[in-house]
């Protein structure tokens, strides 16, 4: 890693440290960074000059002495704006100060031949409503939908094209970062949730297919082709249930919206949605606790099978599988347990999403706060 790679690293370390603590000292950051006190103080002394930061006179306390001055990152000193494909092709557009603190969501009717109109006649309209005309755009992110979200390889089926992001960073004046949705949540983990401070982690997400990523060495990973949401075709039971998307007995089967949505129906229990089946596990239906355990069992073994390959004991839990968490721990321990090689099975740690359990508009800004200071 050369000189600028490791001033910019340092820079966001710092940066993102005093975004999650406001009001910290700067000494207190000596103990919450690995970076020593001459780069600390030189950085902070930066990000006050480029008005990033700013600095205040701190509480006075019982001790002798000066109170030590508190450190809070300038929420107006930039904006980042996220953008996120939902269904029936329209597009949110999300504005946050550099603080990460969301200030106006809007959703717009767009195609892909009229996106660009569209945030060129919704962008003032939107700027207004947070209360930001005229500020600085720091960082942009664009969230979609499907597989694949390399630089040159977004979909055809996608609202955005290369061309179209190459016009934004043009309109924008800034990076603009590129990911599927479930690479955007897992930096939003990384950035705002469960996974906040975690160098290596699995992230697993259920809706209509089970899908996940990685985040190893302090980066998200992107693989050969950008295509690392296929958790869902891990096979779980050689000869087990057939699904439209990956083999037989894949955990797709068994784990994705769907599936457990239909097992249930075998039993006689017709759920409009998983919240409903949820809310029955709670009031202890033993058959809907059943079914969920055993939707645990095999999410456990495929976890157990990515922990042990991967040696990562920190797994975080989104969408669906977040709402049902309370009622899919306990079997998915006693896989990890059973199937994890050494002390990791007794010391991994599985734990819900604490972002919503649809969180584009989180993590379009994630992306967004990525494309302008990275942690990675």
Same mark, same amino acid.
């Given at each position: !890693?050369?000189?600028?790679?490791?001033?910019?690293?340092?820079?966001?370390?710092?940066?993102?440290?005093?975004?999650?603590?406001?009001?910290?000292?700067? @000494? *207190?950051?000596?103990?919450?960074?690995?970076?020593?006190?001459?780069?600390?103080?030189?950085?902070?002394?930066?990000?006050?000059?480029?008005?990033?930061? &700013?600095?205040?006179?701190?509480?006075?306390?019982?001790?002798?002495? &000066?109170?030590?001055?508190?450190?809070?990152?300038?929420?107006?000193?930039?904006? $980042?704006?996220?953008?996120?494909?939902?269904?029936?092709?329209?597009?949110?557009?999300?504005? @946050?100060?550099?603080?990460?603190? !969301?200030?106006?969501?809007?959703?717009?009717?767009?195609?892909?031949? +009229?996106?660009?109109?569209?945030?060129?006649?919704?962008?003032?309209?939107?700027?207004?409503?947070?209360?930001?005309?005229?500020?600085?755009?720091?960082?942009?992110?664009?969230?979609?939908?499907?597989?694949?979200?390399?630089?040159?390889?977004?979909?055809?089926?996608?609202?955005?094209?290369?061309?179209?992001?190459?016009?934004?960073?043009?309109?924008?004046?800034?990076?603009?970062?590129?990911?599927? %949705?479930?690479?955007?949540?897992?930096?939003?983990?990384?950035?705002?949730?469960?996974?906040?401070?975690?160098?290596?982690?699995?992230?697993?997400?259920?809706?209509? /297919?089970?899908?996940?990523?990685?985040?190893?060495?302090?980066?998200?990973?992107?693989?050969?082709?950008? *295509?690392?949401?296929?958790?869902?075709?891990?096979?779980?039971?050689?000869?087990?249930?057939?699904?439209?998307?990956?083999?037989?007995?894949?955990?797709?089967?068994?784990?994705?919206?769907?599936?457990? /949505?239909?097992? $249930?129906?075998?039993?006689?229990?017709?759920?409009?949605?998983?919240?409903?089946?949820?809310?029955?596990?709670?009031?202890?239906?033993?058959?809907?606790?059943?079914? /969920? @355990?055993?939707?645990?069992?095999?999410?456990?073994?495929?976890?157990?099978? @990515?922990?042990?390959?991967?040696?990562?004991?920190?797994?975080? $839990?989104?969408?669906?599988?977040?709402?049902?968490?309370?009622? /899919? *721990?306990?079997?998915?321990?006693? *896989?990890?347990?059973?199937?994890?090689?050494?002390?990791?099975?007794?010391?991994?740690?599985?734990?819900? +999403?604490? $972002?919503?359990?649809?969180?584009?508009?989180?993590?379009?800004?994630?992306?967004? !706060? %990525?494309?302008?200071?990275?942690?990675?």
């Amino acid at each position: !890693m050369n000189s600028k790679s490791i001033r910019k690293r340092n820079t966001a370390l710092i940066f993102h440290a005093i975004r999650h603590r406001p009001g910290i000292s700067q @000494a *207190m950051l000596r103990s919450t960074t690995p970076i020593d006190r001459s780069t600390i103080s030189a950085v902070v002394h930066q990000l006050e000059a480029d008005g990033l930061l &700013r600095r205040s006179r701190g509480k006075a306390g019982y001790g002798m002495g &000066r109170p030590e001055d508190v450190l809070n990152i300038e929420p107006d000193a930039g904006l $980042l704006l996220g953008f996120a494909e939902l269904p029936s092709r329209r597009i949110r557009i999300v504005v @946050a100060g550099l603080d990460g603190a !969301m200030r106006a969501t809007l959703d717009s009717n767009a195609s892909r031949h +009229s996106l660009e109109l569209e945030i060129r006649s919704l962008l003032p309209e939107l700027l207004q409503r947070a209360g930001a005309i005229g500020t600085t755009v720091r960082g942009a992110g664009l969230l979609l939908s499907g597989p694949q979200a390399a630089r040159d390889e977004v979909l055809a089926a996608s609202l955005i094209d290369s061309a179209t992001v190459n016009n934004l960073e043009d309109r924008l004046g800034c990076p603009v970062k590129v990911a599927t %949705e479930i690479q955007g949540y897992t930096l939003a983990e990384r950035y705002e949730g469960s996974a906040s401070g975690l160098n290596n982690f699995i992230y697993v997400h259920t809706d209509e /297919l089970v899908r996940g990523a990685l985040f190893l060495d302090g980066r998200l990973h992107q693989g050969l082709a950008g *295509m690392t949401d296929r958790f869902g075709h891990v096979v779980v039971e050689p000869h087990g249930r057939m699904t439209d998307a990956g083999a037989r007995g894949a955990l797709n089967a068994y784990a994705s919206r769907v599936a457990i /949505l239909e097992r $249930l129906s075998e039993f006689g229990r017709h759920y409009r949605n998983l919240d409903d089946a949820g809310a029955a596990a709670s009031n202890n239906d033993a058959l809907v606790k059943t079914v /969920l @355990a055993e939707t645990g069992s095999y999410l456990g073994v495929a976890l157990a099978n @990515a922990i042990n390959l991967l040696d990562i004991g920190n797994v975080i $839990l989104g969408g669906d599988l977040a709402r049902l968490s309370a009622h /899919l *721990m306990p079997a998915i321990h006693d *896989m990890i347990l059973r199937d994890v090689v050494g002390p990791l099975g007794r010391e991994a740690i599985v734990r819900p +999403s604490q $972002l919503d359990t649809d969180p584009l508009s989180s993590g379009a800004l994630a992306l967004a !706060m %990525e494309s302008f200071l990275p942690l990675s």
